[in-house]
């Protein structure tokens, strides 16, 4: 990701990682009179400058500029783990983000009731690394860089199949100028270089589009497939397969005289 108001081509705006999780446990794990509490640690953090080897460790300074490490309340069955937060990107590069379920020994005021946990509770959380599922958890994540939502290793496909998109209908332009001019003296072959040429238009047209929506929407490339990717993917497929059949054919001689 871009460093916040550092973006590609003078690009100015927030560069963020925002992270919503709901958790609840999981009916299937022996949880509910466990001699344990659990809770969730969520972590944003740039791995070229951090490095976090315990997500639960709760002494994590919560200041610091490449990482941010946020651990919910105790978790019962009456109140789920929520975890959401924005984390701002202050160096460009990549940006990890981790979930993970913690669990720490719970101390028991009164007898044996495992279900109480005591306030003063001062046992430092543990990563849970093996067994059962504790939580089903539904995560959200927006990656959002100053110009958008697009990677950026896919960002500079947008202003290039814009261009490619304008060049096209340039030439859209002066063909059929051309076209219209010398009508009398048209060749068979020069209908499908036409056909062809308005099918690589609307595919690099649709192209641009798709890139535009995921910057803007924040999309997912993939799945399901947005509908502009699907479109373009279609003209991409038939255009080609129509100027490889246009080259068989003018490689026999059809439609050249």
């Known amino acids: 990701m871009y460093a916040e108001n550092h973006g590609p081509f003078g690009w100015n705006g927030e560069s ?7 958790a609840k446990f999981a009916q299937s794990s ?7 509490d659990y809770a969730l640690a969520v972590a944003v953090y740039n791995p070229d400058r951090v490095s976090i080897t315990n997500v639960c460790d709760t002494t994590f300074d919560p200041d610091n500029t490449f990482a941010r490490v946020q651990i919910t309340n105790r978790t019962t069955t009456d109140h789920p783990s929520n975890v959401s937060f924005k984390f701002h990107v ?8 981790l979930i993970q379920t913690c669990e720490r020994m719970k101390s028991f005021p009164q007898g044996n009731d495992h279900n109480a946990s005591a306030d003063d509770n001062k046992m430092p959380y543990s990563q849970v690394l093996v067994g059962d599922p504790v939580f089903n958890i539904h995560a959200k994540l927006e990656l959002l860089n100053p110009y958008g939502y697009l990677p950026g290793t896919l960002y ?3 202003p290039f199949s814009g261009c490619l998109a304008l060049a ?17 003296s048209i060749i068979r072959v020069q209908y499908f270089i036409l056909v062809v040429l308005v099918m690589a238009t609307l595919e690099t047209i649709f192209w641009y589009a798709s ?3 995921m910057n803007q929407t924040g999309k997912a490339v993939c799945c399901p497939y947005p509908p ?12 080609e397969g129509l100027a490889r059949s246009l080259l068989l054919l003018v490689s026999i001689g059809y439609g050249v005289r």
Not at 228 to 239: A, D, G, M, Q
Request: aromatic share 20%; glycine share 6%.
């Open 16 to 22: 963020t990682v925002s992270v919503f999780v709901d």
């Open 30 to 36: 022996m949880v509910y009179h466990s001699q344990y």
């Open 228 to 239: 502009l990717f699907l479109v373009w993917t279609v003209l991409k497929v038939f255009s």
């Open 90 to 97: 202050r160096e460009e590069g990549l940006q990890r983000v």
């Open 211 to 213: 890139y535009r929506d």
């Open 156 to 158: 500079g496909l947008l």
């Open 168 to 184: 096209y209908l340039a030439a859209d332009a002066v063909f059929i100028g051309l076209f219209v001019i010398y009508r009398k």
